[in-house]
C-alpha cells in the first residue's frame, strides 16, 4: 500500500512538472509569435515611412514594435533554460540596436534591403526558437495556429508587395512575396473548410475571404509609388481583425 501511495504522489508531481513545462512552453510560443508579427509589421511599416515620410503614425506604430520585441525577448528569456534560445535572443537583442538606430535618423533607401533580410533572420529565429518548445498540440490548438500564423501572413505578404516597389532590382522579392500568398491561401483553405457553429465566426470568416480576395488582386499587380499600400496596409488590418475572432473561438475551445 505504501509503495502504491508513492508512486501515485510520484505520478501526482510527474503531472504537475509536465504542465507546468506545458504552461511554459506556451508562454515562449505566444511570445515567438509575437516576435514574428512584430518584426513584419516593423519592417513593413519602416518601408511605408520611407516612401510617406509625412506620416508620423507610422514612427510611433515602429516604436510600439520595438517595445513589443522586447516584452518578447524578456518574457522567453525568463521562461526557458534552452541554451540555444538563449543565444538566439542574445543575437536578437544585439541586432535591435540597428533597429533603433534607423529610427533616429532619416529613411534612406540604403537601409531597407539589409532591414528586410534582418527580418527574416528574426524570422527564421523565432522558428528555431518555437521548434524547441514545441508540444503535442491539440486541434483546437492547431487552428489557433494557423490563425495567428495568417496575421504574420499579411504582414509578411505586405513587406514584400512594398519592398518589391522600392527595391525593384532584386528579382528574388517577387518570389518571396509569392511564396509568402500562397502560404496564405493554403492556411485560408483549411480555416474554410473547418466547421464553425457560432454565427459570429461564420461571417468572420465570409469577411476574411471576400477581403482577402480583394486584397489578392491588387498584390498580384506591379505598381508603382501610389497610396495603394496605405490602403491596402489598412485592408490588412481589417483582415487581421476577423481572423482574432476566429483565433479567439479556437482558443476558448481548447
Given amino acids: 500500500m505504501k509503495h502504491a501511495a508513492v508512486v501515485v504522489i510520484l505520478l501526482a508531481g510527474l503531472t504537475v512538472g509536465i504542465q507546468?513545462?506545458?504552461?511554459?512552453?506556451v508562454k515562449v510560443l505566444e511570445a515567438t509569435d509575437t516576435i514574428r508579427y512584430r518584426i513584419n509589421d516593423f519592417t513593413k511599416s519602416y518601408l511605408l515611412y520611407y516612401l510617406f515620410p509625412q506620416k508620423i503614425f507610422l514612427k510611433e506604430r515602429l516604436a510600439e514594435d520595438l517595445r513589443q520585441l522586447d516584452e518578447?525577448?524578456?518574457?522567453?528569456?525568463?521562461?526557458?533554460?534552452?541554451?540555444?534560445?538563449?543565444?538566439?535572443?542574445?543575437?536578437?537583442?544585439?541586432?535591435?540596436?540597428?533597429?533603433?538606430?534607423?529610427?533616429?535618423?532619416?529613411?534612406?533607401?540604403?537601409?531597407?534591403?539589409?532591414?528586410?533580410?534582418?527580418?527574416?533572420?528574426?524570422?527564421?529565429?523565432?522558428?528555431?526558437?518555437?521548434?524547441?518548445?514545441?508540444?503535442?498540440?491539440?486541434?483546437?490548438?492547431?487552428?489557433?495556429?494557423?490563425?495567428?500564423?495568417?496575421?504574420?501572413?499579411?504582414?509578411?505578404?505586405?513587406?514584400?508587395?512594398?519592398a518589391r516597389m522600392v527595391l525593384s532590382d532584386d528579382p528574388q522579392i517577387q518570389k518571396k512575396l509569392d511564396r509568402s500568398i500562397k502560404r496564405f491561401n493554403e492556411k485560408l483553405a483549411v480555416i474554410d473548410r473547418y466547421t464553425y457553429s457560432e454565427e459570429k465566426v461564420l461571417?468572420?470568416?465570409?469577411?476574411?475571404?471576400?477581403?482577402?480576395?480583394?486584397a489578392e488582386k491588387y498584390l498580384t499587380k506591379k505598381k508603382e509609388k501610389s497610396p495603394v499600400p496605405l490602403v491596402l496596409n489598412v485592408g490588412g488590418e481589417h483582415i487581421e481583425s476577423f481572423l482574432n475572432v476566429l483565433g479567439i473561438y479556437?482558443?476558448?475551445s481548447q
Avoid at 203 to 214: F, Y
Fill in 72 to 162: 518578447s525577448f524578456r518574457e522567453i528569456s525568463v521562461t526557458t533554460e534552452d541554451a540555444k534560445t538563449k543565444n538566439l535572443l542574445a543575437y536578437f537583442a544585439y541586432e535591435k540596436t540597428h533597429l533603433i538606430e534607423l529610427l533616429e535618423k532619416k529613411p534612406e533607401k540604403k537601409d531597407l534591403a539589409e532591414l528586410l533580410l534582418m527580418s527574416e533572420t528574426f524570422s527564421e529565429g523565432a522558428d528555431t526558437i518555437a521548434r524547441h518548445h514545441a508540444y503535442n498540440f491539440s486541434e483546437n490548438e492547431k487552428m489557433f495556429m494557423r490563425t495567428r500564423s495568417m496575421r504574420q501572413g499579411i504582414e509578411e505578404i505586405l513587406k514584400y508587395y512594398i
Fill in 20 to 25: 507546468a513545462a506545458i504552461r511554459g512552453d
Fill in 250 to 252: 479556437h482558443s476558448k
Fill in 203 to 214: 461571417r468572420a470568416r465570409e469577411r476574411i475571404d471576400v477581403s482577402w480576395r480583394l
